[in-house]
Nanobody, 126 residues
Framework: QVQLVESGGGLVQAGGSLRLSCAAS????????MGWFRQAPGKEREFVSN????????YYADSVKGRFTIGRDNAKNTVYLQMNSLKPEDTAVYYC???????????????????WGQGTQVTVSS
């Protein structure tokens, strides 16, 4: 069992930055690939980024590539999402999630993830 708790969301002006954190419980954190997803009102949950178990590989949605950076600290059971050059269209609830068996095919699919956090709201004003 893995419990995930996100933090760091808030209100920011366009062009600004936020750093999201996701703290995981349990001693098996390093056994999971970690992902960030987001969901805007009336829209489906969409993939944002993923990082491999060791942190050696990262993946990004085209919409955030070059602006967002994912990282993890396995000693602290934490995954991060540094978000720069934020745009109003980045406004959403952001979720972190854990995936036990990540592959290129499964990483972008929210249905493949095993555990989810409760989400944190990010609002970008124009």
């Amino acid at each position: 069992q893995v419990q995930l708790v996100e933090s760091g969301g808030g209100l920011v002006q366009a062009g600004g930055s936020l750093r999201l954190s996701c703290a995981a419980s349990g001693r098996t954190f390093a056994s999971y690939g970690m992902g960030w997803f987001r969901q805007a009102p009336g829209k489906e949950r969409e993939f944002v980024s993923n990082i491999s178990k060791s942190g050696g590989s990262t993946y990004y949605a085209d919409s955030v590539k070059g602006r967002f950076t994912i990282g993890r600290d396995n000693a602290k059971n934490t995954v991060y999402l540094q978000m720069n050059s934020l745009k109003p269209e980045d406004t959403a609830v952001y979720y972190c999630a854990a995936i036990r068996f990540p592959t290129i095919a499964t990483i972008p699919n929210p249905g493949e993830y095993d555990y989810w956090g409760q989400g944190t709201q990010v609002t970008v004003s124009s």
